[in-house]
């Protein structure tokens, strides 16, 4: 064994990383998962009850979900099992699945613990279902994906599903004194680089701690600036994959603080889909329907503008064309909101699908030949430009159906102008009806 550890540089007696010596040795000294560890936490009950359920744990990295598993096993008196969906195949589940029926046998429950249990894919999900369901094990699942989208339903539905928090900045500096603890000595940071290097860390217990580890070996003589801090360490790039659900919930925030017309939160979302390497036309795209959706006819220079702003970052591309996308997303934040094209239109597409396909008004419909001129096509049909009012107030709906009022403006920005107008065209349609 010695050759072995030799050949690969390193001795028996290599210490671990400090995240794993640190590592929680009862669930009491697990930090930031109080609403799940807490007096009254659903986990914690069930570690006292020695009884547990199948459950997912669902949250960001460094965040505890592994060592939360293990305490969990070891309080409740359990056997722990650990699969990786990542380096286990239908093989390595059989043999975790004949191992825990033996030990059952033998009077012992098993916790089996799958980390990144949302790689298994769908066949191999419902493999887990009938272990489960007798009770041979007990499925603690990982993911840092949101389980309705990456989980089967049949398995969802026989498993509790509990959300992990991002570790707040308490957690971390909990966790950052634990470390001094362990080393003896404390980090030679000024206070500012203190909390630079918990902001750094992006609410990942583990990678604050690898940063730590880092900070403690070095040999510093003073203590370092915010400055030196970022000479010594880089800085990771935010947690953000295009293709999974934090792009979605990015996107939603973005657009919904335009909607709610706070221009500084829009800006953030935007940059922090741009800095995690979103595709700014993608955001382009977006921009232009929060335009037609959100602003609409209050004020429908919006529109031209979000087309322009994409036709300028098409043009002069990044870094240059991101400021056209950041000066329309305040634009678009800061302008009078109306959503009554939006609800008009979707109304008049659910009248049209109960109508079904109903003629135009005879006096309306285009006498093109004498046999439609015959058939009363145009009769009586009046030239909105030549009368007094510039307003003929005729009929445009069909004769078998009511008149309906899908466009109802609210009155802000230019919808004002336009709500005055069309309150002025009703009263006039009524007076002639």
Not at 185 to 193: M, S
Not at 394 to 403: A, K, T, V
Request: aromatic fraction near 8%; include cysteine.
């Amino acid at each position: 064994m010695a050759d072995l550890f030799e050949a690969a540089g390193l001795t028996p007696q290599q210490p671990s990383p400090l995240a794993d010596r640190l590592r929680p040795q009862r669930l009491d000294e697990v930090v930031g998962q109080d609403h799940l560890l807490g007096p009254e936490g659903p986990i914690r009950r069930m570690a006292q009850a020695r009884r547990l359920s199948s459950m997912i744990l669902w949250g960001p990295p460094g965040t505890g979900k592994t060592t939360i598993a293990r305490l969990l096993a070891k309080e409740a008196g359990y056997e722990f099992q650990q699969l990786s969906a990542v380096f286990s195949g239908v093989a390595d589940l059989k043999k975790a699945f004949e191992s825990a029926r033996v030990r059952r046998m033998a009077g012992q429950a098993t916790l089996l613990f799958v980390d990144e249990i949302h790689r298994f894919n769908r066949a191999q999900q419902d493999g887990f279902l009938p272990f489960v369901e007798e009770g041979i094990v007990t499925l603690v699942g990982a993911t840092t994906e949101n389980p309705s989208f990456e989980l089967n339903g049949a398995l969802l539905s026989r498993c509790q599903v509990y959300v992990l928090k991002r570790l707040d900045d308490d957690a971390l500096t909990t966790l950052l004194a634990k470390a001094e603890t362990h080393k003896g000595r404390t980090l030679p940071l000024e206070p500012e680089a203190r909390d630079a290097l918990v902001a750094l860390a992006d609410g990942d217990g583990r990678y604050l701690l690898t940063l730590c580890e880092t900070l403690l070996n070095i040999a510093s003589a003073k203590p370092l600036s915010t400055k030196d801090l970022g000479q010594v360490l880089q800085k990771r790039s935010p947690a953000y994959d295009k293709d999974r659900e934090e792009h979605y919930n990015l996107i939603s925030a973005l657009h919904k603080s335009i909607r709610g017309s706070d221009p500084d939160a829009a800006l953030y979302w935007l940059a922090r889909m741009l800095n995690g390497g979103e595709d700014p036309l993608f955001l382009a795209r977006r921009l232009i329907r929060a335009a037609a959706e959100d602003i609409g006819e209050a004020d429908p220079m919006s529109l031209v503008l979000a087309n322009a702003a994409k036709d300028t970052y098409d043009f002069l591309g990044s870094p240059e064309g991101e400021i056209a996308l950041a000066q329309l997303v305040v634009h678009l934040a800061c302008a009078p909101k109306s959503n009554a094209v939006y609800v008009a239109f979707d109304a008049a597409k659910k009248a049209a699908k109960e109508t079904g396909s109903l003629m135009p008004p005879a006096h309306i419909r285009n006498p093109s030949t004498k046999l439609m001129r015959d058939l009363g096509y145009g009769k009586g049909y009046a030239y909105d430009h030549d009368t007094p009012e510039g307003f003929s107030g005729q009929n445009y709906f069909p004769d078998e159906m009511d008149r309906r009022t899908f466009y109802k403006p609210k009155g802000e920005g230019s919808e004002g102008r336009i709500k005055e107008r069309l309150d002025r065209w009703a009263a006039m349609r009524a007076a002639k009806d």
